[in-house]
């Protein structure tokens, strides 16, 4: 038995790497926030992560809890609310699912 | 020593030049300690290229082309006011050299000779000619650039020695061409001179890495019989490093019985390999038994031996036995380092005692030695496995005000462990300072969270989290 179980899951299996950081051709209304026509899932979280920080969207009273602005909701199937916990899956939903 | 001209002191840019090669002989450099490899003393730097690397210019020899070469070389000879010293002809070839392709380089040395009567090559300038014939991709196919300076060595009256077999040896390993290496050297040995035991334990070594065990020991056994050269100390312990990190410590074991068939008295390096072997397969009893017969044959354990096994018997579980030779260690005169209490921080977390880890901690302070990264990645992880989150976040502060990186298994529990509790918003910020300071890369960090979100999310539709 291996002392360190470390799970590479993703660097190991090249499909899932590539479906995280290769860039993609945008529906309209993610190439709007995002301004390119082409970003990785990987890329666009982190850009809409900061566009969260940057703008003061988290909820004063809990931070776990965005409330999203006009730009944002667009993206996030119109929700006025989201929570932190579901933003990746949120994101991954534009994006191409992984071929089995 | 010819004075150059102020102009002219810049034109050799030290920053190209890497080192300059050493022309004596090795055989009154120290034996090397496994891990390091030897150092060269570069020869010592004539004044004009210590006021070059002080005036730090820009380079001169910019253009890889030959003809622009040849040309800026005699441009220099023509403005020198005396003639130009040795060191500054080598550097200026070994600038070249450094951006032009090794046929271009010899072209030049040619040039130089024909232009410069006084420039006579001698060893060293052959000798740092060669890194670059021996790193260029053209030594994969063929090793002509190679045999060429070799050749024009043999010509110029000086035959390769063993500096030089180390130096082409050492350069076609680093650039990947370890067969061409060992052809070489076998070529070198049939012609010139048998390599000497630093390079061919280098050899050794670059095989271990690249090749199966028994093309190694095919090699050994050439060696012995074709050139009349024997594996040394330094030889066994390099395979029996190579086979314990294969975790085979059946094979390493014969090694030994080997080693000391052949009147090789296995020293402390050994030794201390084949414990770290035991160690890093958990197996605490076998690693004592490798410290008793160290003993036994009257070797004594150094600070090596007793972090290893310190680190093998926490590791094992065995921590109160890991503290019995701590007081062991501190009898014989070793001080405990960061090293020794970061192994037993990490059995004490195993078995549960986070706050004797903690403690530990304390301990460490009042005896005034530095805890490292390692030690505050590993109490992190135990603080946030043995549920006791809050001091882990208190750690976390402490680590982030000195800008220490966090490593992936630490990171990955103290993330899963703030989400377990619904503090996503600060698992985020983790996500963020793992990536700012960069400890993970993006993706490494990304993916963490992501699974870890993912589980939070199915967890609480199970009701089984906040």
């Known amino acids: ?100 | 020593m010819g004075r150059i001209p102020p102009s002219l002191r810049s034109a050799v840019s030290t920053s190209l030049i890497k080192r300059a090669p050493d022309s004596q002989p090795l055989s009154d450099q120290p034996r090397q300690f496994l891990h390091k490899p030897i150092k060269r003393k570069p020869a010592k730097v004539s004044a004009a290229e210590q006021e070059s690397g002080r005036l730090q210019q820009k380079p001169l020899l910019k253009s890889p082309d030959l003809n622009d070469a040849k040309k800026l070389f005699n441009s220099l000879v023509a403005a020198a006011r005396a003639p130009l010293e040795v060191r500054f002809n080598n550097a200026f070839l070994q600038s070249y050299a450094a951006i032009s392709t090794p046929d271009n380089s010899i072209s030049l040395l040619h040039h130089m000779s024909k232009t410069l009567p006084s420039f006579s090559p001698d060893r060293s300038t052959f000798h740092l000619l060669l890194p670059h014939c021996c790193a260029s991709p053209e030594s994969s196919r063929s090793l002509s650039a190679v045999r060429q300076t070799l050749n024009l060595m043999v010509n110029k009256g000086f035959d390769p020695n063993q500096v030089t077999v180390d130096i082409a040896v050492r350069s076609l390993c680093s650039a990947g061409h370890v067969d061409e290496a060992v052809e070489l050297v076998k070529e070198m040995a049939l012609k010139h001179c048998k390599p000497d035991t630093y390079t061919y334990n280098f050899l050794v070594k670059s095989l271990c890495k690249t090749r199966v065990l028994s093309s190694v020991y095919g090699f050994i056994d050439e060696f012995k019989t074709s050139f009349d050269v024997e594996p040394d100390l330094i030889t066994y312990t390099i395979l029996i490093d190579n086979v314990c990190n294969s975790r085979n410590l059946r094979e390493a074991t014969r090694l030994v019985s080997v080693l000391k068939e052949c009147g090789n008295k296995p020293d402390c390096y050994v030794y201390n390999t084949i414990m770290k072997g035991y160690c890093m397969l958990s197996k605490g009893s076998e690693a004592i038994g490798i410290y008793k017969q160290m003993k036994e044959d009257g070797v004594e354990p150094d600070m090596v031996t007793y972090n290893t096994l310190i680190f093998g018997l926490s590791k094992s579980g065995r921590v109160s036995d890991a503290r019995k030779y701590l007081k062991v260690m501190v009898d014989n005169g070793y001080l405990p380092d960061a090293v020794t209490y970061t192994s037993l921080m990490n059995g004490l977390c195993r078995e549960g005692n986070v706050m004797g880890a903690v403690e530990l901690l304390e301990e460490m302070k009042v005896k005034n030695c530095e805890p490292n990264s390692c030690t505050y990645n590993t109490l992190l992880h135990g603080l946030c496995k043995g549920r006791m989150l809050e001091k882990g976040i208190e750690l976390y502060g402490l680590m982030k005000q000195v800008g220490m990186q966090i490593e992936t298994a630490s990171y990955a529990t103290f993330v899963r462990a703030l989400c377990r509790e619904g503090r996503v918003a600060e698992a985020y910020e983790v996500f963020d300072y793992a990536v700012e300071s960069r400890s993970l890369t993006d993706v490494a960090a990304y993916t963490t969270l992501e699974s870890t979100l993912k589980w939070l999310v199915k967890a609480r539709q199970q009701g089984l989290a906040v």
């Open chain 1, 1 to 100: 038995m291996l002392p360190q179980l470390v799970k590479k899951v993703v660097a190991n299996n090249p499909k899932k790497l590539a479906n995280l950081i290769d860039l993609v051709n945008l529906p309209s209304t993610l190439r709007d926030f995002v301004g390119q026509s082409q970003i990785s899932r990987l890329g666009c979280f982190t850009r809409v992560w900061s566009y969260i920080k940057a703008n003061n969207l988290q909820d004063s009273n809990n931070k776990n809890v965005v409330n999203c602005d006009e730009k944002l909701k667009r993206i996030l199937l119109g929700r006025s609310q989201v929570e932190l916990a579901e933003l990746p899956a949120l994101i991954k939903l534009h994006f191409p699912k992984e071929p089995k």
